[in-house]
């Protein structure tokens, strides 16, 4: 355990990784380039403002904004202001999403979530929340006492889990006001093709065949609607299972090329590393493995 300057660190003590972190941005950014962590992250813009990019996006951010990152995420934070908050780090083998998503469900709102911003506004009762239970980890941090682990994570589970209904609940208010019936249709059976299909259909043409428009104006709704092309949709996508499998099982990169339709382990493997800028072994041996599961 390190702590320094309302700088809170847990260590594995195996590994030497980080495994779960918490502090305070006060003015200082450290995430004006670009990021590529081994970890969750999650930063409580609470005042400033400016520009997040993201995989292949950018948004807008303002105060009480919550920004969200699974392990290798592509972003950075481009500030107007100065800013201030909190920064809450935390590695797969601390606590892992992919595990635990029935209990906590963020999976696919928090993070991995190819359809929305990675980000949420945090409302006044919320922000009440979100303070007091980062003095709870702060304060079960400094104790090392028995159980600590299993405090921390409870106590992460529930912020993880305020946070995404939050989401959820803006998320469907964003819904109800939209005004065209005919685009969001389209765009939910897109997301349903996707999903049901990704493993092995890859190109945006066979998607915009199955819903008879042409792949040129799919792409002007997926920009218009998700601020990504109908390709980074496909291929975030592939990623998020790929780095599922890498993590939650043993097989080989080469089984879980095949499975996710890629015959040359090669192809997959560059494929993998131009979206996730690592080599699909190097993110296994660093975000971690859980060999519990494979068992």
Sequence with gaps: MIIQNNNFTLINPQTGNLAFKIYHLEKDNPFDHIQRLNYYSLIWIKKGKGTLKADFSEYDFKENMLLSFSPYQPFMVCTKTDISGVVIHFHPDFFCIHKHHKEVACHGVLFNNIYSPPMVQVEEKATLNFEMIIEQLKDEIKK?????YELLISYLKIFLI???RLKAEQHNDTQKVTTTKEEPFILQNLKNYIE????????????????????????????????????????????????????????????????????DEYYFSRFFKKNADVSPQLYRDTVGFDKASAI
Aim: overall charge positive; charged content about 25%.
């Design 162 to 164: 305020t946070a995404s």
């Design 144 to 148: 090392s006492d028995l159980a600590q």
């Design 196 to 263: 049901t299909h990704y493993k092995t259909k890859h190109s945006a043409s066979e998607y915009a065949n199955m819903l008879a428009i042409t792949p040129k104006a799919l792409t002007r709704l997926t920009k218009a609607h998700f601020n990504k092309t109908l390709s980074d949709l496909i291929s975030e996508r592939i990623i998020i299972e790929a780095k599922r499998e890498l993590y939650l099982t043993n097989k080989t990169v080469k089984e879980i090329a095949y499975e996710l339709g890629y015959k």
